[in-house]
């Protein structure tokens, strides 16, 4: 069984579980490559972070339309996959509040901790969680993202 992990922003990454072997990618530029690195490991489940129109902090209209272009790409090669892959893929949308309150780190706000702090703080939870891999800044939200898919997959 293959599941993937997903964090669409352009700074955000897959992480990939392939028979209990964990590895991490960053997010590739462009739609081909995304659409590459997702179709390569024909995932038979797939959790991606539901993303919205609004990210938090206003950004330029370009800055949006790419992160809604990545998010778009990576749903529908993940859907094209469901409907080719004979084993099909379980496309999971997960919202950001829920993968972290899974945490038990407490919440983000912007009255306690800044955003780099709180990605800071992910990152050194998935350390904690993997200390035997190499994971950035760009790969922690997709592992921990993993981890919950992965825990709620052992549920079912």
Not at 36 to 53: D, K
Not at 73 to 97: D, F, M, S, T, Y
Not at 113 to 128: C, F, I, N, S, Y
């Amino acid at each position: 069984m293959v599941t993937l992990g997903i964090d669409p922003g352009a700074g955000g990454g897959v992480a990939v579980c392939d028979g209990g072997i964990i590895t991490l990618h960053r997010m590739p530029k462009g739609e081909p490559a995304i659409a590459e690195l997702v179709t390569r490991h024909l995932p038979n489940v797939a959790w991606i972070e539901q993303v919205s129109g609004f990210i938090g902090t206003p950004h330029p209209g370009s800055r949006m339309f790419t992160f809604g272009t990545n998010y778009g790409c990576l749903l529908g090669a993940l859907h094209a996959i469901e409907c080719l892959n004979a084993n099909g893929c379980k496309v999971n949308l997960v919202r950001p509040q829920l993968w972290q309150k899974w945490l038990d780190m407490g919440t983000r706000s912007s009255e306690t901790v800044d955003k780099p702090e709180w990605k800071r703080m992910l990152k050194r939870e998935a350390q904690l969680r993997h200390p035997d891999l190499k994971i950035t800044s760009k790969t922690a939200d997709a592992l921990l993202i993993l981890d919950y898919g992965l825990s709620k997959q052992k549920k079912q």
